[in-house]
């Protein structure tokens, strides 16, 4: 029965709800008597769960973060110099197939929420990580400001691509482009560190 | 007298209020009998003014996009080869000096809200357009691709600058780095429009 769920099962569920409506409607707009009904359990017992409506957000973009990094990563048996083309491209991917999604929980959010805002710092640096380790660049504070800026520029072109005015292109030049865009993007970096005249 | 206030001011207000508020706390943590009190008006007066919360958080937030479009913009003395370093210092002091709001109302925002990602669509076209007019390019699709996301690599650059884990760089050298990066971005996307092989 619903009612014999177990904890871990419970979260999940409301978390599976969550990712589910959120992904078509903004935060504010969510009741959590909805959530409850859809579970078939009591607004208290929901907050038993969650403390606060934020509380159970956070949560749901939590994981929306790990099906995301799940899903944007080379798989083992890519050869070292085509790791950071097969992340992108699997990063784009996942961007295409769950734009609406990805748009809400990513490039949406909750304003001034320093729990999301966590979240998205986390996801922004595990994607630094990735793209640093596959070029084997030093992970010094300008090289990741670089990177955390190229990763910006993929998620736009990403976000683009999927949406209605995007331009005909094909996703692999669209992958292609982006990963050409880096070293350029590095060797600029002198002028970072130059020291002022 | 407050009760006094001609329509346009009390709208004026209630969002000025907004502004304050949501900048540090997020829309599904505003309670709209707060904003109604700071106000000196009943909640009900308010909801005759804006039909729904989302609409008065709508309201906010276009406020706050035409804060930003005032501010990110070269001056008309400007020479036209100076006009995208000033577009762009411009938008990373605006950013450096309201990074809260900024990162609450234009990275944040309300999640899958419509509304809310139109006004995002605004803005980042509008900067596009000013990038467009300050470069002379032509303002094909796989042009505007490229600008939009040049234009989140420089946002990303200016909330990292602006933050607390910010490399010691100057404002002035991450502007030029910034500005210098889009010619690179441009010149790789005959990669885009090439037919494929």
Redesign the interface.
């Known amino acids: 029965m619903a009612e014999r769920l177990r904890q871990d099962d419970r979260r999940r569920q409301l978390i599976g709800i969550g990712l589910e409506i959120?992904?078509?409607?903004?935060?504010?707009?969510?009741s959590v008597d909805e959530v409850a009904a859809r579970a078939g359990i009591s607004r208290g017992l929901l907050f038993h769960y969650f403390a606060t409506?934020?509380d159970y957000?956070a949560a749901v973009v939590r994981a929306a973060a790990r099906r995301l990094l799940t899903a944007a990563q080379a798989g083992p048996e890519v050869a070292p110099d085509r790791q950071l083309r097969s992340t992108v491209a699997a990063y784009v991917g996942f961007v295409v197939r769950h734009r609406?999604?990805y748009?809400?929980?990513f490039?949406?959010?909750?304003?001034?929420?320093p729990q999301?805002?966590a979240i998205?710092e986390e996801v922004r640096d595990a994607l630094t990580d990735r793209a640093l380790a596959a070029t084997g660049l030093p992970a010094?504070?300008?090289t990741?400001?670089a990177v955390?800026?190229?990763?910006?520029?993929?998620?736009?072109?990403a976000v683009?691509?999927s949406g209605e005015?995007?331009?005909?292109?094909?996703s692999?030049?669209?992958v292609?482009?982006a990963v050409?865009?880096l070293p350029?993007?590095l060797a600029?970096?002198d002028?970072?560190?130059?020291p002022?005249i």
């Open positions: 959120l992904a078509t409607k903004p935060i504010h707009a969510l409506k934020q957000y609406e999604p748009l809400a929980f490039r949406g959010g909750a304003g001034a929420d999301i805002q998205y010094s504070p300008v990741r400001l955390r800026g190229w990763w910006s520029l993929v998620e736009s072109l683009d691509h005015r995007a331009p005909a292109v094909a692999e030049a669209l292609s482009y050409d865009a350029g993007l600029g970096l002028r970072l560190t130059a002022a």
